[in-house]
């Protein structure tokens, strides 16, 4: 069994298999550690949230009951859908915190997908040309970069109308330039491999070459890039709203939900403290989830996700030999 210089044991590397294989080696990685099921599982339930309480529990969402105005939580007195409370309109908080998940989160993935896709494209062409290409490209990145995305997004919001459309083309164009860089970055070394030049020996064009060889090798630590990002989007839309330019009521999102909160903060702490809590533990989740991914996708650290975590965290694996 190899060894690493720091004296531990590192699993040999398992032998060629077919996707189905493939697919039960990420489950069992997956399911040996315990923090990125839990956040698997999180993400999922904010998900299916998003995608079916809308549908579900949308009147009760908007539903006023001037009887039951800003009623405490943990209580099954006024039935299940006030067990979280109610807000100073008498509305039930859960119902409110499943539907606004469906805002944040079409506000949020739209912008990391668009952003992704288009800052990817740019960056891997940039960088496998090199030459004026990429640094024009460089340019831009730096100029957009130069403004930080929440002023950026202030300052567009207030001179157009404050609508969810104009808050992902904003966060999206807000955000390329991070795929760029990591893009161009990645290809740049790509190019020169002995693989690539192969390739173009025998006549393969470029954007051949970019979709067959760069791009499988690139993706993986884009994609890492992306469920981070996803935090940074999200974090930045409910700022975006807690300072009211962001989504506009009948609509609702977890950082507007905290922003109507604030002024009853004192009385009605739970109208303020679950959105953000909703948005803190989403956040976390994606973020453990990223960390598990950027092991699981790099061939070479794959292997620290099959010893137990107390010897994942010793120093001394950092001196040990790549696979």
């Not at 290809?187 to 499988?216: K, M, N, Y």
């Not at 609702?252 to 948005?279: D, E, H």
Request: proline share 6%; aromatic share 8%.
């Amino acid at each position: 069994m190899p060894t690493t210089q720091a004296g531990l044991e590192r699993p040999a590397d398992p032998p060629a298999a077919g996707p189905a294989a493939r697919r039960a080696i990420w489950w069992r990685l997956l399911l040996r550690d315990r923090f990125a099921c839990l956040a698997v599982v999180i993400l999922l339930v904010v998900a299916a949230c998003a995608i079916v309480g809308p549908l579900l529990l949308g009147d009760l969402a908007t539903r006023q009951n001037l009887r039951a105005v800003n009623r405490p939580p943990f209580s099954l007195d006024d039935g299940w859908a006030f067990v979280l409370g109610s807000d100073s309109l008498g509305r039930s908080l859960l119902a409110r915190l499943v539907v606004a998940s469906g805002t944040t989160l079409s506000v949020a993935v739209p912008a990391v997908v668009i952003s992704l896709v288009i800052g990817s494209v740019w960056g891997m062409w940039a960088g496998y040309h090199r030459g004026w290409r990429e640094s024009v490209s460089m340019r831009i990145a730096d100029v957009i970069l130069s403004f930080p995305s929440l002023l950026l997004a202030v300052v567009v919001l207030y001179v157009f109308s404050p609508s969810a459309v104009n808050i992902v083309l904003v966060l999206a164009v807000a955000r390329i330039p991070i795929y760029l860089r990591a893009a161009r970055a990645e290809s740049a070394e790509l190019q020169s491999r002995l693989f690539v030049d192969a390739a173009r020996t025998f006549g393969t064009g470029s954007w051949a070459i970019i979709a067959r060889h760069v791009a499988p090798t690139v993706l993986p630590t884009l994609f890492t890039v992306a469920t981070l990002d996803f935090c940074f989007v999200m974090l930045t839309e409910s700022s975006l709203s807690f300072l009211g330019i962001g989504i506009q009521p009948p609509d609702m999102s977890w950082g507007l939900m905290v922003a109507q909160g604030r002024q009853v903060l004192q009385s009605a702490w739970w109208i303020a403290v679950f959105p953000g809590l909703a948005i803190v533990v989403t956040t976390i989740s994606a973020t453990v989830l990223a960390s598990w991914a950027r092991l699981a996708m790099d061939p070479g650290q794959r292997w620290r996700l099959t010893l137990p975590r107390s010897r994942r965290g010793n120093k001394a694996l950092a001196k040990e030999v790549r696979a």
